[in-house]
């Protein structure tokens, strides 16, 4: 079945940095990625998602990539902000279900 | 409005006790799960049901039944209740199965076994 890897486990970055959370998966026939933000105390939230037949998609300060043939994506935010302190999970779809990698806790240092 | 609700928010009680968590949806989705969250924060998923069906069970152990009266709404039973169980437990629910669909999910049930 598929398995999702993501990297770092922790980021800092400056305020008004940029930040970049990288994952790989390992089914080939995974077609559907998206990325969820947890705050503190809250359930997990959809905010970008990319599928198979596009390489970049990008809605304001974030942006995904995904790599077919490598197997990679990655999100990436820009212009840091305090509010984008949180847990950030990537997934891949496989067997009817989503697989979720293990989270990277990025903290924004003002 | 929301759109996907747990009930209750927080759950504390003895082992060995038997409790039950609710779920509903007004998305009109019809697809809901249930996923387990660790205290490391890992995102596991239990069950899913697809218009009242069961679809996935992940190896879950069988003190724990979910039920689907209808497709807006998945609860979760959990007998016997072990030290082991204590996590966050998320609902969710899609348009329809996960690997097409988007996920939304509830703000979580945050389960404490004594």
């Known amino acids: 079945g598929e398995n999702v890897e993501q990297h770092p486990s922790t980021l800092s970055v400056q305020e008004g940095d940029s930040a970049v959370i990288k994952c790989t998966y390992s089914d080939s026939a995974s077609n559907y990625f998206p990325w969820y933000k947890q705050e503190l105390g809250k359930g997990p939230q959809l905010i970008i998602d990319i599928r198979s037949n596009v390489g970049e998609k990008k809605d304001q300060r974030i942006a995904v990539t995904l790599n077919k043939t490598a197997k990679h994506f990655s999100l990436h935010i820009t212009e840091t902000q305090p509010e984008d302190s949180a847990v950030y999970f990537c997934a891949a779809n496989g067997d009817d279900k989503i697989i979720f990698g293990k989270g990277t806790r990025l903290h924004i240092l003002p | ?114």
């Open chain 2, 1 to 114: 409005d929301t759109a996907v609700s747990q009930t209750p928010k927080y759950l504390v009680t003895q082992m060995g006790n038997d409790k039950s968590i609710k779920c509903e949806q007004n998305l009109g989705h019809d697809t809901m799960y249930w996923y387990k969250q660790d205290s490391k924060k890992f995102l596991k998923i239990m069950f899913s049901y697809n218009n009242k069906e069961l679809i996935i069970n992940e190896t879950v152990p069988n003190r724990f039944s979910p039920k689907s009266p209808d497709k807006a709404h998945l609860n979760l039973h959990i007998n016997s209740l072990e030290l082991g169980d204590s996590a966050v437990y998320f609902c969710a629910s899609s348009q329809g199965l996960a690997g097409t669909y988007k996920q939304f999910f509830g703000p979580g049930t945050r389960l404490t076994v004594l």
